[in-house]
């Protein structure tokens, strides 16, 4: 059964960090695209960050640029995400998901929750003023 599971959600003051990670099993990992997602209450659920696993490749929601950083260990088949210079707008409910990337243009893709075939579970990020 493909898995994803998503933790270290928490609760952080405006300017700290949070490492989120994604760990993912039941596929072939580097056949595929890991990306946050994330959704604020009452808002559309949004990319925040991209890679492929296979070469490396990542792309930012410009939100978030020069603030989070995505990678991953393929050895342990997960996806970091970490968060510093936190912002109350980086509220959310995070999410994992994964993407064949053979023949998918990920740069321009990358972002759209409808091309995704496995979701992990939330977990929640707050950040306070």
């Known amino acids: 059964d493909v898995q994803l599971q998503a933790s270290g959600g928490g609760l952080v003051q405006a300017g700290g960090s949070l490492r989120l990670s994604c760990a993912a099993s039941g596929f072939t990992f580097d056949e595929y695209a890991i990306t946050w997602f994330r959704q604020a209450p009452g808002k559309e659920r949004e990319g925040v960050s991209t890679?492929?696993?296979?070469?490396?490749?990542?792309f930012y929601a410009d939100s978030v640029k020069g603030r989070f950083t995505i990678s991953s260990d393929n050895a342990k088949n997960t996806v970091y995400l970490q968060m510093n210079g936190l912002k109350p707008e980086d509220t959310a409910v995070y999410y994992c998901?994964?993407?064949?990337?053979?023949?998918?243009?990920?740069?321009?893709?990358?972002?759209?929750?409808?091309?995704?075939?496995?979701w992990g579970q939330g977990t929640q990020v707050t950040v306070s003023s």
């Open positions: 890679i492929a696993s296979s070469g490396g490749v990542t």
């Open positions: 998901a994964a993407a064949f990337i053979v023949s998918w243009d990920l740069k321009n893709y990358w972002h759209l929750p409808t091309d995704y075939a496995y």
